[in-house]
């Protein structure tokens, strides 16, 4: 008002706040060479970024403003006549008075913002880079994670992490973080955590090496604390650990005792007092029971204590603990001193996103008053549906549901799916009828069941690990029967096709993230050996119809490609895909084979394998569409008809995507 220039500005509403939160005003003897230099010293206590720092009532302002007036400002300025300076005190005395209301209106709209009191929220939306999406959700998701200080978020997109600075609107990815999971802020805002390859790693936020700090073979979180300790899941079915950030070996933090009561300890949060930790304590056989809650553990080794009953994660924000019931996000009273809820859960939004698959909300909340979350998908799941090679829908074979990694029999009569994560069971859809079948209960499956060459039995792998074993079994497929046991390991195996002259299976062998691709013979799953091993990920192993080549996925170049390899020599290796790729499958003639491309587009690659060496003949995009792949990226959501004539997609449609919500100062309307 009395420069004509805002003393905040920002491109968005959230980059506005985030200025206001965070930035000093220009002095307005800068701005306005012309206004009682005093003046600067007004502005600046009264947007103090303490409230202590600021005038405490109007009436010690305004006797400030009218020492200004009367010539107190003066002090080592030159005279002047003084009708001139009676007229310039009379302008400065009205500048001074209009700049109170300003300043009085500004210093108390930056004190509301920062000490959480009634003022409108803002709310807004983060979008996904340019030619990605986003991948929040699943066993190998990065949900996003805002930063203490609300001005920067991390999260996952296109098989990386990204960092976006809230107030400026840029967002770049983070060098060597492929297929970073879960990640998580150091207190100060520096530094981040995540995992990825089966480790908790940890980096600088402006970017630099990436340190690893110890194994994590399939994790559910972390959290780093004011002490500098990181306190986090390292699977999915053992207690929380401990570890330096500067590294170290790890320790037990908490212990799982009577399995039958809860199975996991997951999503770890700091209170304030760097000491407490919050976390998930729930039952993989029970996902919903009351049994399931939120505990608070202690840096100093005392035994953990229930503060309520949740099935889902909790993080602590300005005296709320937050979480998702169903597609709820609620705002629960907290004291952080007597560690203790203290009220009724009040709603902070309707459309809040659940991870069923892993019991987490999708959220994060800064210090100051900054919340993201993931908006709830309407319609989750996909519907199975029959593409043509033009990309037009045929036919849908199915309602829209939670199944994933549809794979068709080999007379195409029937497609079987997996359903109910995290503890799945196989499923079976006759496709003339459109009638569902069953065929195990309480499996505890692990991601694609495969056929036999003759369509009677099915393979999958049961077991969810954290010190259970994984077992490679075969069931018949109509579900009569037990299982029959082939391989047992304590390391996590993957099934992902079977031969078509039934003799092999491969498997994807290693953790989340760090697996390689093996052959197990039938006959003797003892005799199991690597078909595809390097210090990279390697997954997805599918057979060509002739039994010489074997398609997969590697990160070899630091991306998600297509390679083939031969079989059973393995060896070496010819990239087919060249801008990433993922979920290969051949054709039924062996001369074409599909994947999907970073821009989510089915691509066909014409190749030749009828000679000893490999050759990519043609790449061609066929059409984008929209999968739903279950709990983890790049799992099949499609397959090809036996006579090579069409696709059944698992089709997410446009309500599959998925979308974040921002909203600054997301405690106005809530009552204590």
């Not at 999406?133 to 992490?161: E, M, N, Y």
Request: glycine fraction near 12%.
């Amino acid at each position: 008002m009395a420069t004509g220039k805002k003393a905040f500005s920002g491109a968005t509403q959230a980059s506005l706040i985030s200025s206001i939160l965070r930035d000093e005003p220009q002095p307005i003897s800068q701005v306005q060479p012309m206004s009682p230099p005093a003046l600067d010293h007004v502005v600046k206590k009264s947007l103090a970024k303490d409230p202590e720092d600021r005038w405490q009532n109007a009436a010690d302002l305004g006797g400030e403003l009218k020492w200004i007036a009367q010539g107190g400002s003066q002090t080592g300025a030159a005279a002047v006549a003084g009708g001139r300076r009676r007229k310039r005190d009379w302008i400065s005395w009205a500048a001074a008075a209009l700049l109170l209301l300003g300043v009085l209106f500004l210093g108390n709209e930056v004190r509301r913002l920062r000490t959480g009191d009634r003022v409108r929220a803002i709310h807004s939306y983060l979008d996904p880079p340019e030619k990605t999406t986003f991948r929040l959700t699943g066993d190998d998701s990065a949900p996003i994670a805002l930063s203490p200080d609300g001005t920067r978020a991390v999260f996952g997109a296109g098989g990386k992490l990204w960092l976006q600075s809230l107030a400026a609107g840029t967002v770049a990815p983070l060098a060597a973080t492929d297929g970073g999971r879960f990640p998580f802020w150091s207190p100060d805002s520096r530094s981040i955590g995540f995992f990825s390859g089966g480790k908790l790693k940890i980096m600088d936020s402006s970017g630099g090496p990436v340190q690893t700090i110890c194994d994590a073979p399939n994790p559910r979180g972390g959290a780093w604390g004011r002490s500098g300790i990181i306190v986090f899941a390292r699977d999915v079915g053992t207690g929380l650990s401990r570890v330096a950030a500067s590294g170290g070996a790890p320790s037990a933090l908490t212990v799982l005792g009577d399995k039958k009561q809860h199975t996991t300890h997951r999503w770890p949060y700091f209170l304030p007092d760097g000491k407490h930790v919050l976390y998930l304590a729930a039952n993989h056989a029970s996902p919903r029971s009351e049994d399931n809650g939120i505990y608070v553990a202690s840096l100093d080794g005392a035994a953990p204590r229930r503060l309520m009953s949740s099935y889902g994660s909790a993080q602590y924000a300005s005296g709320w603990l937050l979480s998702v019931r169903e597609t709820s996000l609620v705002a629960i009273p907290f004291d952080a001193k007597r560690i203790e809820v203290s009220g009724q859960p009040l709603r902070v939004a309707d459309d809040a996103n659940f991870d069923t698959g892993v019991w987490r909300g999708t959220f994060s909340a800064s210090d100051n008053g900054m919340l993201a979350y993931q908006l709830a998908r309407e319609g989750g799941g996909g519907r199975l549906t029959w593409f043509d090679f033009s990309g037009r829908r045929m036919a849908s074979v199915a309602e829209k549901s939670p199944a994933y990694s549809p794979e068709l029999s080999p007379d195409g009569r029937r497609v079987s799916v997996m359903m109910g994560d995290p503890n799945n069971d196989v499923w079976a859809y006759e496709l003339d009828r459109g009638v569902q079948t069953r065929l195990t209960t309480d499996a505890q499956a692990q991601i694609a069941p495969v056929w036999s060459p003759d369509g009677s039995q099915i393979a999958f792998v049961q077991g969810l690990g954290g010190g259970s074993d994984f077992v490679l079994v075969t069931i018949a497929a109509d579900g009569a029967g037990r299982p029959k046991e082939l391989y047992r390991s304590k390391e996590r195996l993957e099934v992902s096709d079977w031969s078509r002259d039934g003799r092999y299976l491969l498997v994807d062998r290693g953790n989340i993230g760090a697996s390689d691709i093996w052959a197990f013979p039938i006959a003797d799953p003892a005799k199991a050996f690597p078909l595809v091993q390097s210090p990279f990920l390697e997954y997805n192993g599918q057979f060509s119809p002739d039994g010489k080549w074997v398609a997969y996925v590697s990160q070899h170049t630091g991306r998600d490609e297509v390679y083939v390899t031969s079989f059973p020599s393995g060896g070496t290796r010819w990239q087919v895909s060249g801008s990433g790729g993922t979920q290969p499958r051949w054709g039924a003639d062996g001369r074409e084979l599909y994947f999907v491309s970073t821009g989510d587009e089915l691509t066909a690659a014409s190749i030749d394998g009828s000679g000893s060496r490999f050759e990519v003949k043609d790449i061609r995009p066929l059409f984008r569409v929209n999968m739903y792949t279950g709990p983890r990226s790049g799992m099949y959501g499609y397959d090809v008809s036996p006579d090579g004539k069409r696709f059944l997609v698992s089709d997410a449609g446009e309500a599959g995507q998925a979308r974040v919500a921002l909203v600054v100062n997301w405690t106005a309307g809530l009552k204590k």
